[in-house]
């Protein structure tokens, strides 16, 4: 089993930038790709951005691509999402993922509880 403490939301000025942070603990973290999903109102939980295990490959949505970072500290069991220049449309639940498949943007069934995200203009 795993779990996953998500943490670093909050409001967000359009053009500024934010950093999410994932710890995890139960499994070897090290040993696991990872990935950020999000989850606006109304809308389906989508793909973000994801990591290999041991950090050299990142996979990204169209839409964050070239404004998001996703990072990984495997000694402190952490991932992180570093958003720079956010927009309205960002404005959503962040959820961490253990187990992401980055090539296919799919998920595992271990996720974390969340962290909201608002972006004002």
């Known amino acids: 089993q795993v779990q996953l403490v998500e943490s670093g939301g909050g409001l967000a000025q359009a053009g500024g930038s934010l950093r999410l942070s994932c710890a995890a603990s139960?499994?070897?973290?090290?040993?696991?790709?990872m990935g950020w999903f999000r989850q606006a109102p109304g809308k389906e939980r989508e793909f973000v951005a994801a990591i290999s295990w041991r950090g050299s490959v990142k996979y990204y949505a169209d839409s964050v691509k070239g404004r998001f970072t996703i990072s990984r500290d495997n000694a402190k069991n952490t991932v992180y999402l570093q958003m720079n220049s956010p927009k309205a449309e960002d404005k959503a639940g962040y959820y961490c993922?253990?187990?992401?498949?980055?090539?296919?943007?799919?998920?595992?069934?271990?996720w974390g509880q969340g962290t909201q995200v608002t972006v004002s203009s």
């Open positions: 993922n253990s187990g992401t498949c980055g090539a296919t943007h799919s998920s595992s069934d271990y």
């Open positions: 139960g499994r070897t973290f090290a040993s696991y790709a």
